[in-house]
């Protein structure tokens, strides 16, 4: 499976959240979480899909997401 091959993980479970995208408004499209993934080990993966090219805004909105998503995570580790 693609999905499983890109991001290295057994799935259990694949969500479309908004598989009717309205060719008309692709350019208004906004962060709309398009795939849900559950894992093997009962994880949750959000695969968000982005309909234009690699930006820089772009490059440093995914890392703001990420440092966003470690903090998170490392607090929950931390309780």
Known sequence: MLIENIIHVNCSKITVSNPDLNPHSLD?????????????????I??????SHFSQYLYQRFQVYGAQIWHIGAILIAK
């Open 28 to 44: 208004d499209k906004d962060m709309i979480l398009d795939i849900k993934v559950r894992t093997a080990e009962n994880g949750d």
């Open 46 to 51: 959000n695969i968000e899909m982005q309909n």
